[in-house]
């Protein structure tokens, strides 16, 4: 079955970076796009980038683009979020989701705090 293992995240202060990885299994990953949501408390989860299946076109919330990037490595069966200049306002739990025959797979999430 699908299985998505999200790291990464941490404590960080504002204007500081964090690398976020997500570790795929159960499913053929490089014909797949990818992409990261977060979900902040009181929130609704929302879409923060895409990256398709070889990893030639992105897309971006536009809360973050010029600050992250998306990023994967189908060797690996991996999919990155590089995430730089952070504010308080991206604390959130970031995951990791596929969609394959329109059934979304989620992945436990990772916390990211951003805190002076």
């Known amino acids: 079955q699908v299985q998505l293992v999200e790291s990464g995240g941490g404590l960080v202060q504002p204007g500081g970076s964090l690398r976020l990885s997500c570790a795929a299994s159960g499913f053929t990953f490089s014909i797949y796009a990818m992409s990261w949501y977060r979900q902040a408390p009181g929130k609704e989860r929302e879409l923060v980038a895409v990256?398709?299946?070889?990893?030639?076109?992105?897309n971006y919330a536009h809360s973050v683009k010029g600050r992250f990037t998306i990023s994967r490595d189908n060797a690996k069966n991996t999919v990155y979020l590089q995430m730089n200049s952070l504010k308080p306002e991206d604390t959130a739990v970031y995951y990791c989701?596929?969609?394959?025959?329109?059934?979304?797979?989620w992945g436990q999430g990772t916390q990211v705090t951003v805190s002076s």
């Open positions: 990256i398709s299946y070889a990893g030639r076109n992105t």
């Open positions: 989701n596929v969609v394959i025959d329109s059934r979304y797979s």
